[in-house]
């Protein structure tokens, strides 16, 4: 039997908020009291992070249950899962600084205004929230928790390589006939963008709304600097 259609603010989307809201200060706490060896902690979320969503994604490229516009792994919550997998096994400085990013300010309007068809239990149902909301407590995880510090070379490199993506992505979607990215046309769903203006002046404004924001959330953690810091036990790359 077909899977229910998604209803924004129904029922399963305000569960899946719920849950999300919930887990993020336990993953803040949970950064805080394992200060004194993160390595094994935060390893065990990324292996945690890639057994909770790999499987998804096999499903969904099951026959039957593959679509060209919504399954292949190319929407920046995609690669924002993969980049939290690698920071939190890492902690290197720019995956973390990009999941801070990515994880803080792109995941959270996604949650809100989910570009979702299918209801609760179908497998882009699941593997959508499972992304999203996993990339945004690893965030919080190795920022507030552990206490690395974002600061502006990790900002622009952030900024050079969403750049880099949403350039590739219109190629890839002219080629493909889909849309990941929202690169080539706002969602079917209602969303932020349509408050931007049509295609492609809302990518513009995007794009300039979205660096200044992630400037001033970098901002305050270059304000000053801890004499003590766990971000210098990452190596800086």
Excluded at 28 to 36: D, E, I, K, Q, S
Excluded at 53 to 78: A, R, W
Excluded at 87 to 116: D, E, K
């Amino acid at each position: 039997m077909d899977a229910a259609r998604f209803e924004t603010f129904g029922i399963s989307h305000l569960v899946m908020i719920g849950v999300f809201l919930a887990g993020i200060w336990p993953m803040v706490l949970l950064g805080r009291l394992t200060r004194h060896r993160p390595r094994q902690v935060s390893r065990w979320l990324a292996v945690g992070l890639v057994a909770a969503i790999l499987p998804l994604q096999v499903l969904d490229h099951l026959p039957g249950n593959f679509q060209l516009g919504v399954s292949l792994p190319l929407q920046l919550c995609d690669l924002a899962a993969a980049v939290a997998v690698v920071a939190l096994w890492t902690r290197r400085h720019t995956v973390v600084c990009v999941t801070y990013l990515w994880g803080l300010l792109l995941a959270p309007q996604a949650l809100l205004t989910p570009a979702l068809s299918a209801d609760f239990p179908d497998p882009r149902f699941l593997a959508f929230w499972a992304m999203h909301i996993f990339v945004v407590w690893a965030a919080v995880f190795l920022t507030f928790g552990l206490g690395h510090r974002p600061d502006w070379r990790g900002y622009r490199r952030t900024v050079l390589i969403t750049a880099t993506w949403m350039i590739l992505m219109y190629p890839v979607n002219v080629l493909l006939g889909t849309n990941y990215g929202f690169v080539n046309r706002k969602p079917s769903t209602g969303s932020i963008l349509d408050l931007f203006g049509p295609w492609p002046f809302y990518l513009l404004v995007e794009v300039v709304l979205v660096a200044t924001v992630w400037a001033l959330m970098t901002w305050p953690w270059t304000r000053r600097r801890p004499l003590e810091s766990p971000a210098r036990a990452i190596e800086q790359r």
